[in-house]
C-alpha cells in the first residue's frame, strides 16, 4: 500500500510540476548547478527509508506509537536547535514546549499503565513477537481452541 502511495504521489507530482511549467524550470536547474544533484539522490534515500521507518512502526505498533515516536523527535529537535543556535525562547514558548514534553509523558505513561498486547494488523508483513508467542502457546496446547473443541466434543459422547 505504502509503494502505491507514493508511485501515485509521485505521477501526481510529475504531472503538476508539467503543467505548472516547473519541470523545465528543474531540468535547467540542475544543468546549472549539477552539484545539486547528489543532495536531491540523499534526500530521496532519506525520505525513502522515513517512509519505511513509518510503516514499519505502525505494522509493529499502532499509529499511536508512531504519533509519540514523531512528536518525541520534533520536541528533541526542537531543544537541540535552540541549545546549539542560541536560539531566545520567551516564555510563552517555553510554556508551550513544556506543554509538549507534559503530552508526550502523558501518552508514555498512560502507554505504559494500560499493557495491553498489540496484535499483528491484518495484512501485515511484519512479524510481531507477541503474535509469534500467541502460535508457540496454542501449539503447545495451552490454549488451543482445537484440543478445547475435541475435549467438550468428546465429554458429549
Known amino acids: 500500500m505504502g509503494f502505491h502511495i507514493s508511485l501515485w504521489s509521485f505521477i501526481g ?5 508539467l503543467i505548472q511549467g ?3 524550470q ?3 536547474y540542475i544543468q ?11 534526500l530521496t534515500i532519506y525520505s525513502v527509508l522515513g517512509q519505511v521507518f513509518i510503516f514499519y512502526c505502525i505494522s509493529c505498533f499502532s499509529p499511536r506509537v508512531l504519533s509519540v515516536v514523531t512528536t518525541t523527535r520534533k520536541f ?3 531543544l537541540l536547535s535552540i541549545m546549539i543556535h542560541n536560539h531566545e525562547v520567551d516564555q510563552v514558548q517555553w510554556i ?8 508526550v509523558a502523558w501518552e508514555l505513561f ?12 491484518k495484512g501485515s508483513y511484519i512479524k ?3 503474535e509469534e508467542e500467541k502460535k508457540d502457546e496454542e501449539t503447545n496446547g495451552y490454549h488451543n481452541k482445537e484440543h478445547k473443541n475435541d475435549h467438550k466434543h468428546n465429554h458429549h459422547h
Not at 508551550?96 to 503530552?103: E, R
Not at 498512560?110 to 494488523?121: D, T
Open 110 to 121: 498512560m502507554g505504559m499503565s494500560s499493557r495491553i498486547p498489540a496484535e499483528k494488523k
Open 96 to 103: 508551550g514546549i513544556s506543554l509538549v514534553a507534559l503530552g
Open 32 to 42: 546549472q548547478y549539477p552539484q545539486v544533484i547528489p543532495e536531491i539522490l540523499f
Open 76 to 78: 528533541f529537535t526542537v
Open 128 to 130: 510481531v513477537p507477541y
Open 22 to 24: 516547473k519541470f523545465i
Open 13 to 17: 507530482s510529475i504531472i503538476y510540476t
Open 26 to 28: 528543474f531540468l535547467s
